[in-house]
């Protein structure tokens, strides 16, 4: 018997009744750290410039996101879109 995926891997595996949220965290998430992967910023001056400490940057870089909220996320992203 074939397994149906929704598309969302917080739905299908953890059943989070919040999954829309912990995605868009996700790849909000997953975006800021490409930034950062590609060499279009570096963790200092992505803390500078989005108002977060180092330890948050690496949280996001890490994909802890408990305690980040969606509009954090994605106000980061949106400055490095601007800036980048």
């Known amino acids: ?3 149906r995926s929704s598309a969302n891997l ?10 829309v949220e912990l995605k ?15 060499g279009k910023i570096t963790p200092g001056d992505l803390s500078e410039q989005c108002g977060l400490t180092p330890p948050q940057v690496s949280k ?3 994909f802890r ?10 106000g980061a992203l949106a400055l490095l ?3 980048g």
Do not use: C, P, T, W
């Open 65 to 74: 996101l408990q305690g980040f909220s969606i509009d954090e996320l994605n």
């Open 81 to 83: 879109r601007r800036n």
């Open 24 to 38: 868009a965290k996700h790849d909000a998430a997953a975006s800021i750290r490409k930034y950062l992967a590609d």
């Open 10 to 19: 917080f739905r299908d595996l953890l059943n989070a009744e919040n999954h």
């Open 60 to 62: 996001i870089v890490g």
């Open 1 to 3: 018997m074939a397994l």
